[in-house]
Nanobody, 125 residues
């Protein structure tokens, strides 16, 4: 059974940083591309970032490019998202997701087939 468990969320002031983690189990982590998506209160799901199975190729939404960094450690079966220069509009529940394929080229950004329960990020002064 695929399990994805996010952690690292919290309350941070604008301009601050957080590092989110996603612990994966129940599948061969290094075989699949992974993603982070988020959902703000009252809004729809927004794709944030993706990384290929080896960690060599990454992709970002325009709204976070240059501020967020996705990475993975296949030896630890863990996905990360470093959030820097946080803005109030980054407030959302953040979820990690597993794609059913290894790459992030010409792919369906919201095409993940498994998702965790999420970790809340609140950016407020």
């Amino acid at each position: 059974e695929v399990q994805l468990v996010e952690s690292g969320g919290g309350l941070v002031q604008p301009g601050g940083s957080l590092r989110l983690s996603c612990a994966a189990s129940g599948f061969i982590f290094g075989n699949y591309a992974m993603t982070w998506v988020r959902q703000a209160p009252g809004k729809g799901l927004e794709w944030v970032s993706a990384i290929d199975n080896r960690g060599g190729t990454t992709d970002y939404a325009d709204s976070v490019r240059g501020r967020f960094t996705i990475s993975r450690d296949n030896a630890k079966n863990t996905l990360y998202l470093q959030l820097n220069s946080l803005k109030t509009e980054d407030t959302a529940m953040y979820y990690c997701g597993k794609y059913p394929w290894p790459g992030v080229s010409a792919y369906l950004k919201l095409g993940y087939n498994d998702r965790g329960q999420g970790t809340q990020v609140t950016v407020s002064s």
